[in-house]
């Protein structure tokens, strides 16, 4: 029997997670909780930067399978 899971992914960059509970993958969590010098870009300038180095994720995310909050209550 075949059984086939939806793939979970991280909300930023799009990369494929293990975990189900995750939202995000290593690499996007430990950029959004450093700290950033005055000299580096911000946090606004690294998120604009990924959302475009990943468009087609970011354009094919299929909201209207996402359940809502009132869902879970």
């Known amino acids: 029997m075949d059984i086939t899971m939806e793939e ?3 909300v930023i960059c799009g990369k494929i997670l ?3 509970l995750a ?3 290593s690499e996007c ?3 959004l909780k450093r700290a950033r010098l005055s000299d580096e870009e911000s946090l606004e300038e690294w998120l604009e930067r990924m959302k475009e180095a990943n468009p087609y994720y970011h354009s094919e995310v299929d909201h209207t399978r996402v359940k809502s909050l009132d869902n879970w209550f």
Do not use: L, T
């Open 8 to 10: 979970h992914r991280c």
């Open 18 to 20: 293990h975990d189900p």
């Open 23 to 25: 939202i995000y993958c």
């Open 29 to 31: 969590e430990y950029e």
